[in-house]
């Protein structure tokens, strides 16, 4: 009955009406014209009171925008046992390593430490690097190593200009080990020798910071040839497996420092690859090169520059990645003629400095890049071997990293052939 005496609204009773659809209690009736009396005229009709003005409806704040619903929680990737891992690597190895089952223990506590899936694809990728870097050997020997060091500290001795009768006096001094560091440089075999005879140097002969340029110059090492800088910020961040016996240079030297860091390096890290083929490459040149390859290729499409494929996007100084803007790199240089691809050069800045992650594929400057190449119809590669030579006294022809991820490749893919009992 009140919500149809609402909608009509013909009378002041109609108003009065209103008013109580509106207010939280009905308003009082008004009371009723006096009686006129039966001999005299009828008196006037007495004023109606004015009703109420109705109260303002109180505020409401506006709902909250709805949400879509949160996607469901990925479920935590199952934890991976060294067993899982041992019983794939003892199928894949190949039969004829020595110490076997001592190369599966290890890799199967690297991948466990690691949180490695337990699958072949990996422990083959891993066991093709040892093959390639060391022949499954934990320590490998270097052909001509004690003449290769004496020629590079004679450079040095000469580019510093230190006197070679001091020289020659130095290396005649006995060292910690009773021989003299010039038999020491004669007998040299591994570079755990040579890095051990390094540091010897450094503590015993006064101008030998200045010859080794205040660091061990033995940056890789053990049966994965793995950066020795890796494996010791690789141990302030994880916790490693082994009780240690030393530093993460002596760890390296060991069977199972190689594998650890090893496969650390070459598989604990997100990529977009469609094939094993560049993380090889990434091995060898540095973390996503193959990535900031195809970016160079992209960007040398659009401009019309010539850029070097090698995974660089910015400038480095001993591994430390220089600021763009004060110390421009030929990616840079491409973008500035992009005119930043809109994004202002801090911006651009700012992503760039990400290459080295994976994080990089979701910044502005990545998307806008490849935005504009399919407004041009173009259909660029996201991912292309880097274009490296490698160069070291220890290599005697002509290497490039494309060399090095095609021949783990084939190492690989014949480690695959014995899972599936088929020829490589």
């Known amino acids: 009955m009140k919500s149809s005496v609402c909608r009509l609204g013909l009378s002041a009773m109609a108003v009065l009406a209103l008013?109580?659809?509106?207010?939280?209690?009905?308003?009082?009736?008004?009371?009723?014209?006096?009686?006129?009396?039966?001999?005299?005229?009828?008196?006037?009709p007495a004023p109606r009171p004015t009703p109420a003005p109705a109260p303002s409806p109180p505020s409401v704040p506006p709902a909250p925008p709805v949400k879509p619903p949160?996607?469901?929680?990925?479920?935590?990737?199952?934890?991976?046992?060294?067993?899982?891992?041992?019983?794939?690597?003892?199928?894949?190895?190949?039969?004829?390593?020595?110490?076997?089952?001592?190369?599966?223990?290890?890799i199967a506590v690297s991948f466990a430490a690691l949180g490695i899936p337990a699958q072949a694809h990996k422990v083959c990728a891993l066991a093709a690097v040892i093959e390639q870097e060391s022949t499954w050997q934990a320590d490998p020997p270097v052909p001509n190593?004690?003449?290769?060091?004496?020629?590079?500290?004679?450079?040095?001795?000469?580019?510093?200009?230190?006197?070679?009768?001091?020289?020659?006096?130095?290396?005649?001094?006995?060292?910690?080990?009773?021989?003299?560091?010039?038999?020491?440089?004669?007998?040299?075999?591994?570079?755990?020798?040579?890095?051990?005879?390094?540091?010897?140097?450094?503590?015993?002969?006064?101008?030998?910071?200045?010859?080794?340029?205040?660091?061990?110059p033995v940056r890789t090492g053990g049966s994965t040839q793995v950066?020795?800088?890796?494996?010791?910020?690789?141990?302030?961040?994880?916790?490693?497996?082994?009780?240690?016996?030393?530093?993460?240079?002596?760890?390296?030297?060991k069977r199972r420092g190689g594998v650890y860091f090893g496969a650390a390096?070459?598989?604990?890290?997100?990529?977009?690859?469609?094939?094993?083929?560049?993380?090889?490459?990434?091995?060898?040149?540095?973390?996503?090169?193959?990535?900031?390859?195809?970016v160079q290729t992209l960007l040398s499409q659009l401009t019309g520059q010539s850029l070097v494929p090698d995974g660089d996007l910015l400038r480095y100084n001993r591994e430390l990645a220089q600021p763009p803007a004060s110390h421009p790199s030929e990616a840079w240089r491409a973008l500035e003629a992009l005119q930043f691809l809109g994004l202002g050069s801090k911006q651009v800045a700012q992503d760039l400095m990400l290459e080295k992650q994976h994080e990089f594929e979701q910044t502005a400057t990545y998307l806008k890049l490849y935005e504009l190449a399919q407004r041009k119809g173009l259909s660029p590669e996201r991912e292309r071997l880097p274009d490296i030579?490698?160069?070291?006294?220890?290599?005697?022809?002509?290497?490039?990293?494309?060399?090095?991820?095609?021949?783990?490749?084939?190492?690989?893919?014949?480690?695959?052939?014995?899972?599936?009992?088929?020829a490589p």
């Not at 190949?94 to 089952?101: C, H, S, V």
């Not at 598989?267 to 990535?291: C, E």
Request: glycine share 4%.
């Open 265 to 294: 390096m070459l598989l604990d890290y997100p990529v977009s690859y469609n094939r094993m083929l560049y993380r090889f490459a990434d091995y060898n040149a540095g973390r996503y090169s193959s990535r900031n390859a195809a």
């Open 389 to 422: 030579q490698l160069n070291s006294p220890k290599i005697t022809r002509k290497l490039t990293t494309a060399w090095f991820a095609e021949r783990c490749e084939a190492r690989y893919r014949a480690c695959l052939a014995r899972e599936s009992g088929r």
């Open 227 to 253: 950066s020795i800088s890796f494996a010791a910020e690789q141990m302030r961040q994880r916790a490693y497996p082994w009780q240690p016996a030393g530093s993460a240079r002596e760890e390296v030297f």
């Open 70 to 106: 949160e996607p469901p929680a990925r479920p935590p990737a199952p934890a991976v046992t060294a067993a899982e891992v041992r019983a794939v690597a003892l199928r894949v190895l190949p039969p004829q390593i020595a110490d076997r089952k001592g190369w599966a223990e290890d």
């Open 145 to 216: 190593l004690g003449r290769l060091a004496q020629q590079e500290l004679e450079k040095k001795r000469e580019r510093l200009g230190i006197p070679k009768l001091v020289f020659d006096l130095a290396l005649d001094k006995q060292s910690r080990t009773g021989q003299t560091y010039r038999q020491r440089l004669q007998r040299l075999r591994t570079e755990q020798e040579l890095s051990r005879l390094f540091e010897d140097m450094s503590d015993e002969i006064p101008f030998a910071g200045r010859l080794l340029e205040g660091r061990n």
């Open 19 to 44: 008013a109580a659809c509106t207010t939280p209690s009905p308003l009082p009736a008004p009371s009723p014209p006096p009686r006129p009396a039966a001999d005299g005229p009828a008196p006037s």
